[in-house]
């Protein structure tokens, strides 16, 4: 079977990860959203589907939730929790891609390109979600966030390309 370049988009879907904890409770998309981005991607890692489809580009929304702080906990926990898993976490988690929709909480964006090095992030606004300041806010906060100038140019101008793989690489 060939192996074709796709990319892949995942979005939550705002049912704030199926559980009442966070439907009933008024936090479906504040913290629903990150949950379910990160249990998505997780099913993906542990299905080993990013080191079996490399050619396979898998976009993660708002910074793939709270992965970027867990892969050392990840790594730790495989052994007795999902030993079938045929790479370690921290290794899957650089083969994914991730927009930089955090709502310009800087210290999320630092923790992403730290974890999976900010050639794997793409501009993310949430458009048509959030417009107006809150947009313009995405898109300023990347050079003001703490990153090296070349990380945001790199995020802003270049990294797309890759991603769709228009550049060649």
Known sequence: MKDHRAVLYVHPAGEGAASPLITDHGMRWMVGAPVEDTVAMMHLILAGIPARHPRLRV?????????????????????????????L????????????????????????????????????????????DTFLRAVDHITRSGLAPSEAERILDVNAAHLLGLSGR
């Open 59 to 87: 976009l993660a929304s708002h910074l793939g939730g709270v992965l970027p702080l867990l892969p050392r906990r990840l790594d730790d926990h495989l052994a007795f929790e999902s030993p079938s898993t045929p790479e």
């Open 89 to 132: 976490p921290s290794v899957a988690v650089r083969r994914l891609w991730y927009d930089t929709v955090s709502h310009a909480h800087s210290p999320a964006l630092v923790a992403a390109a730290a974890t999976s090095g900010a050639d794997r992030l793409v501009l993310g606004t949430d458009y048509p979600y959030e417009d107006g």
